[in-house]
Nanobody
Framework: QVQLVESGGGLVQAGGSLRVSCAAS????????MGWFRQAPGKEREFVAA????????YYADSVKGRFTISRDSAKKTVYLQMNSLKPEDTAVYYC?????????????????WGQGTQVTVSS
């Protein structure tokens, strides 16, 4: 069992920045993918970004490419999502997710473990 604990959500003005964190504990693996998804009110949960833990390869949704950066700290077993140039449409609950392997990383149903979610609100 893998546990994911998120932190760093909050309220930020449009154009501002925020970094959310997700710390993993439990039985983790060397071949692992960590991702961020978000869910706005009344909308489906959507892919935001992912990182291959071993290789460090990163993947982004078109809507956040160039503004968001996903990174990892292996020693802390933590994944980060740095969000810059935030827009009101970025407002959502952001979820950290993990899975074994590197396939189906853009699909929320391909992930095995989820954090509790952290609210990010961008005001205009």
């Amino acid at each position: 069992q893998v546990q994911l604990v998120e932190s760093g959500g909050g309220l930020v003005q449009a154009g501002g920045s925020l970094r959310v964190s997700c710390a993993a504990s439990g039985h983790t693996f060397s071949s692992y993918t960590m991702g961020w998804f978000r869910q706005a009110p009344g909308k489906e949960r959507e892919f935001v970004a992912a990182i291959d833990w071993s290789a460090g390869s990163t993947y982004y949704a078109d809507s956040v490419k160039g503004r968001f950066t996903i990174s990892r700290d292996s020693a802390k077993k933590t994944v980060y999502l740095q969000m810059n140039s935030l827009k009101p449409e970025d407002t959502a609950v952001y979820y950290c997710a993990g899975k074994y392997g590197s396939w189906s990383i853009f699909n929320r149903y391909g992930y095995d473990y989820w954090g509790q979610g952290t609210q990010v609100t961008v005001s205009s």
